[in-house]
């Protein structure tokens, strides 16, 4: 079964035999969460916490490697620096270990650090790097989908709620990325303001823990990635700082409502706004052509096996259409769900259905096109506030209540075998 052993119900079966392989291999590999590649735990290298003139192993240097992805990125090179120590030229007494993975040395001068790089590119590695498996996945959609927001009530959700279903606690990794976060949920869920759009830039992953409760299971570092939407269709952009779509684990594929002609006026939301919605959102097929232009296409049999959550969002919008050939006004995407205990299936494909029935007549490009390009596919819809928001101020006369914001994250985890499945 998956880590989460204890997800199971009284009638389902172990799905796989992840956990018994996880606690007899040891150190995990690491991926590093900015170049992607991969080595071992005992191949980390460390920056050394002082300099020393006159020894030209510990003066201060420019570091090549880490101004070389700086300059792919777009960001400025790095002044001289603290050197790098690799472990391997020092004895074993100056190594620390925890779960057999090295986390700290004491160089030749005694001084400690416990600043870990990725020796590819010398960017900081994640805390639990090597202590447990690492994924990544990559939130994607066209402009003003909605995915910062979906990301900020994502992690507000998790954290308040979820995890304790599932005997975990999210924990930031870092007290950067812990700020970052607050600030973001202190503006949607205390003040009533929209998050301003992701500008068209690098953009850093935002690294998250999942810490168990039970002591023998590894902890999970997880590995976000928000692309902004200008980017998506922009290839030089594509090519020089969307690396991580290819290497994902997992992806979460965004669509709003308002991308799909046949809806824009049907909606009651766009009498607030003069003059056609066509050229104001991109269609969600446009996605998928530069995802296949990209990447899809040099996969085998130009699909991509990379599990993949269709999620159409702002889902409370639905309920405006009044017409049942779309969605029905009693629909339970309108309803929130706990998975609890374990992945819910019958849930999962009842909601499966309804959103596959939907975009099959709202807009059946773009789901032929998924069915086309995407080897795992599962469909979703959620309402990151639970109501519409205008332009910057989100509805004061409401409460926020996000809708099934965590089953898109919860059926990742379950395709790569993290999670439990069963039936009621």
């Known amino acids: 079964m998956g880590i989460f052993k204890f997800f199971r119900s009284g009638n389902s079966e172990p799905r796989n035999t992840y956990e018994k392989a ?32 006159g020894d030209p ?26 050197p790098v120590v690799k472990a391997q030229a020092l004895p074993e007494r100056n190594k620390t270990r925890v779960d057999k993975v090295l986390v700290e040395i004491k160089d030749k001068y005694d001084a400690s650090t416990d600043e870990r790089l990725c020796p590819y590119c010398h960017n900081d590695l994640p805390i639990t790097s090597g202590r447990g498996p690492s994924k990544i996945i990559s939130v994607i959609g066209a402009s003003q989908v909605g995915k910062s927001v979906y990301m900020t009530t994502l992690l507000y959700v998790l954290e308040k709620y979820t995890c304790e ?27 009533n303001l929209m998050l301003d759009p992701t500008p068209k830039q690098h953009v850093e992953p935002l690294i998250e823990n999942l810490k168990f409760k039970e002591d023998k299971i590894p902890p999970l570092t997880l590995i976000f990635y928000d692309i902004p939407g200008e980017g998506m269709t922009d ?25 799909m002609r046949t809806l824009r006026k049907k909606l009651s939301i766009v009498n607030r706004e003069k003059g056609d919605f066509t050229e104001k959102y991109q269609e969600p097929k446009d996605i998928i052509v530069y995802l296949f232009e990209n990447f899809i296409s040099k996969e085998s049999k130009e699909k991509t096996h990379i599990p993949t959550a269709v999620v159409v969002t702002k889902s409370d919008m639905l309920k405006n259409l009044k017409d049942e050939e779309y969605i029905g006004e009693n629909s339970n995407i309108f309803k929130n ?15 499966d259905g309804e959103v ?37 101020e989100i509805d004061r006369s409401s409460s926020i209540n996000p809708i099934r914001v965590d089953e898109p994250f919860l059926w990742l985890l379950y395709k790569m075998n993290y999670l439990d499945g069963g039936r009621e």
């Open 356 to 392: 596959r029935k939907f975009l099959l007549k709202a807009d059946a490009p773009f789901k032929g096109a998924v069915d086309a390009c995407f080897k795992t596919a599962g469909y979703f819809a959620v309402s990151s506030l639970g109501s519409n928001s205008n332009h910057l």
């Open 337 to 351: 769900y706990n998975h609890e205990g374990f992945f819910n299936l019958n849930e999962f494909e009842n909601i």
């Open 57 to 82: 192993e510990y003066e201060k240097v420019e570091d090549e490697l880490l101004n070389r992805y700086y300059k792919k990125i777009g960001k400025g090179t790095l002044g001289p620096m603290n």
């Open 165 to 191: 279903r599932i005997g975990a606690s999210l924990i930031a990794g870092n007290s950067g990325y812990n700020d970052e976060i607050r600030e973001n949920q202190e503006r949607i869920f205390e003040k």
């Open 22 to 53: 996880t606690y007899e291999r040891g150190p995990f590999m690491i991926t590093c969460p900015f170049c992607f590649k991969k080595f071992k735990s005992d191949h980390v290298v460390f920056r050394a916490s002082h300099s020393e003139k």
């Open 235 to 259: 290839k030089a952009y594509m090519e020089n700082h969307a690396e991580h779509i290819k290497n994902s684990d997992g992806i979460i594929f965004l669509v709003d409502p308002l991308q």
